[in-house]
Structures are given as C-alpha cells and as structure tokens.
C-alpha cells in the first residue's frame, strides 16, 4: 500500500494517494436541526424544548396562584386577589394544549415532556382545590377536593399499571371535557370570593354564586362518571389480555408432543 504522506524537498509534509473511506461518516451540525447545542450530536435533542419550557412554566406558576389566594398581600376590596389568580389559572391551564400541540407540530416528543405533561395537570389541579378549601369552604369542602385529588391519583396508578402490561388506554371526549369543567369551577370559586353576582345592565345581573355552586357539584358528578369510564375501559383491555394469556397457554399445553420413554427400558425391552 503506497504511503499516505511524505516529504518534499522543501521538508513539508505532502499527502499523495488520500482516499476517502465511504463508510466514515463524520457528523457535523447543520442550520435546520434547531435542536443542536455545541458538544452535544446533533442526532440527540436537548430535553428541555419550547414545549416542555411551556410546561415548566405550568408547574411554577402553581406556588404562584397559592400564595395570591392565600396570601394577605393582595386586596380583596376591589378584587384584585381574585382578578390576578382567576388570570392565572386560566393562562396555566391554556398552555395544556399549547404545549401538546407545539410538541406534536414541531416533532419534539420527549421523555421529559410525556412525563411532566400529565404531572403538571394534576398538580395544578390538586394545588388549585386544595387551595380553594381554606379559601370558601361553604362552596369546596375538603371531601370534594378528596374525591377530585382521589380521581387523579387513580387515572395515574391505572396508566401505570396499563404502561407496565404494554398498552395504553386514550383519553376519553369525556375527560377532556372534566377538564374544562373543573377550569370553569375553579375561577367560578375564586371570583364567587369577591363577588356573589355582577350587575349587568340594569336589573340584570350574572349570578357568580350560583353558576359557582351548580359547576362545582356538575363537576364532581362528571369526574366521578369519567373516573368510572376510564377504568371500565381499563379493566376490558386487561380482561382481553387475560383471555389472550389462557388462550395461548392452553394452545401452547395442546401441542406439547409427548415425553419419549427412556433409553434404558428401550433396551431392556430389546433383550
């Protein structure tokens, strides 16, 4: 094989006879892979994207909207109290679907965010109504935010118990839909705080209390019914696996061939 380099007459070193070897590759960042950071393969995103950013932001914005309602800073005189955690609430539970939709469109799926995702709603949902127990008792007693917070922890164990078995059970409309009632609850409670109704026009006037107490109690009644409907539907996947399981297992015990005689008493027989 000739030599790859050598020396002129100069005393420089010259290359003759380089070959690129094909199957040498050497990656390089490129301008459309926003993912890249400096020392880092371009092939591995950094965890912590536009989407999951906007998660985080959702789970610091929980301590936020705790100390506001419990905090003795803010005035209740002229609602400013219920006014800011009202936007805040609002604001954190909007980027539930920001988030999820930002990371389908962009491609940036992770780990970190399928984890945080889910964890995020459920505190703010369980900081909100543990909150809102000390806030307006009359409206949230604590068996109400136990029979929420109950709901959430079971959906958890029951997406664990399904990851762990190899399949998943989908978010149901009905869900989704708990998920905007309790949203529409929840604000109703915090402005019920400060206002029992705002005069429209007029004799007019919005009823904040009652819508308060008619969404809280049609709340309970449909996290009770989704929290039914998600295990029903888990308890089917894991009913059909048990029968896959049997099934095979009885197929597998049909076909088990014969044990053969041992060869000592091949012989035996023989003489």
């Known amino acids: 094989m000739p030599a790859l380099c050598s020396l002129d007459p100069n005393g420089h070193v010259a290359f003759s006879n380089f070959r690129v070897f094909p199957f040498i590759a050497f990656p390089l960042p490129v301008a459309h892979n926003q993912n890249w950071i400096p020392g880092r393969p371009p092939d591995h995103p950094s965890p912590v994207n536009l989407p999951n950013s906007i998660t985080l932001i959702r789970i610091f914005s929980i301590p936020l909207l705790m100390w506001i309602l419990s905090s003795g800073r803010f005035s209740s005189v002229n609602g400013e109290k219920e006014l800011l955690a009202s936007a805040i609430f609002i604001a954190a539970s909007m980027t539930d679907g920001i988030d999820g939709y930002l990371a389908r469109k962009r491609g940036q799926i992770t780990t970190m965010g399928i984890l945080l995702d889910p964890l995020a709603d459920k505190l703010l949902i369980a900081a909100a109504f543990i909150t809102l127990v000390q806030l307006s008792p009359s ?108 099934r095979r297992a009885f197929i597998l015990s049909r076909r088990r061939k014969p044990v053969p005689p041992p060869a000592d008493r091949d012989v035996a027989a023989s003489t």
């Open 139 to 246: 409206l949230v007693p604590a068996w109400i935010a136990v029979i929420v917070i109950g709901r959430e922890f079971l959906v958890t164990g029951l997406r664990s118990i399904a990851a762990s078995e190899g399949f998943t059970v989908e978010a149901s409309e009905l869900g989704k839909f708990k998920m905007v009632v309790q949203i529409v609850s929840v604000v109703a409670v915090i402005l019920d705080h400060r206002w029992k109704e705002w005069p429209i026009y007029g004799h007019y006037f919005f009823p904040v209390h009652w819508i308060a107490y008619l969404a809280i109690w049609f709340m309970v009644c449909v996290s009770l019914v989704s929290a039914i409907d998600y295990f029903v539907a888990f308890w089917s996947k894991i009913d059909q696996r048990g029968v896959k399981r049997r």
